[in-house]
């Protein structure tokens, strides 16, 4: 059964770090591509970064460009997302998810059930 699931999110504030972390199950990270979206209320879900671990390359949505950072460990059949220099605007539900494609605008195969990223002073 695929299964990912997210963790690592928290409140922050403006300026902070976190590393968001998505544990893959029942398949291999070389199988699908895996992206990060996110959901803030009252706005729709948006992609923001994706990876193919295949072959390591990344894709990123303009907002979180040179910000954020997605990386892959195979041994672990893990995702993070690493991110920095956050803003009040980043604050949502973000969720790692399977897809066809590395493309930040792909519809999730599989999606996990959110953690909350809250960025406020």
């Known amino acids: 059964q695929v299964q990912v699931v997210e963790s690592g999110g928290g409140l922050v504030q403006p300026g902070g770090s976190l590393r968001l972390t998505c544990a893959a199950s029942g398949f291999t990270l070389d199988f699908y591509a895996i992206c990060w979206f996110r959901q803030a209320p009252g706005k ?3 992609g923001v970064s994706c ?13 979180v460009k040179g910000r954020f950072t997605i990386s892959s460990d195979f041994a672990k059949n893990t995702v993070y997302l690493q ?15 399977t897809t066809g494609l590395r493309d ?7 999606l996990g059930q959110g953690t909350q990223v809250t960025v406020s002073s």
């Open 44 to 46: 729709e879900r948006e």
């Open 51 to 63: 990876i193919t671990s295949s072959d390591g390359k990344t894709t990123y949505a303009d907002s």
């Open 83 to 97: 991110m920095s220099s956050l803003k009040p605007e980043d604050t949502a539900v973000y969720y790692c998810g």
């Open 104 to 110: 930040v605008t792909a519809i999730p195969i599989h």
